[in-house]
């Protein structure tokens, strides 16, 4: 049985930092792996992105890139998402989700699939 579980979020000031975590199990948290958000009223989104193993590609939102960070750590089985110069654009609940990218890693290519944890909220006030 596949269960990821976020943490890490919680209310921080525009230009402030957050680091969240995803643990996996049932899960190998080398396969591709990836952030989504959605905010109030809006559909899901894409953050970020990470593929097979150590070396694999890693894709990142417009909206986010030179902020954002996807890493993880193998022996832990757990994925991040270091986040930084936070914006209040950037609230929203966060989710993490075992990816497919039947084909090729564009941004717009990525998927999630059924495997998704509960979310983690995260507030950045103006």
């Known amino acids: 049985q596949v269960q990821l579980v976020e943490s890490g979020g919680g209310v921080v000031q525009a230009g402030g930092s957050l680091r969240l975590s995803c643990v996996a199990s049932?899960?190998?948290?080398?396969?591709?792996t990836g952030w989504f958000r959605r905010g109030a009223g809006k559909e899901d989104e894409l953050v970020a992105a990470t593929g097979r193993g150590d070396g694999g590609i890693i894709v990142y939102a417009d909206s986010v890139k030179g902020r954002f960070t996807i890493s993880r750590n193998n022996g832990e089985n757990t994925l991040y998402l270091q986040m930084n110069r936070l914006r209040p654009e950037d609230t929203a609940v966060y989710y993490c989700?075992?990816?497919?990218?039947?084909?090729?890693?564009?941004?717009?290519?990525?998927?999630?699939?059924?495997?998704w944890g509960q979310g983690t909220q995260v507030t950045v006030s103006s």
């Open positions: 049932g899960l190998s948290i080398s396969s591709p």
């Open positions: 989700s075992k990816v497919i990218a039947p084909t090729g890693w564009a941004y717009s290519r990525i998927k999630s699939t059924d495997y």
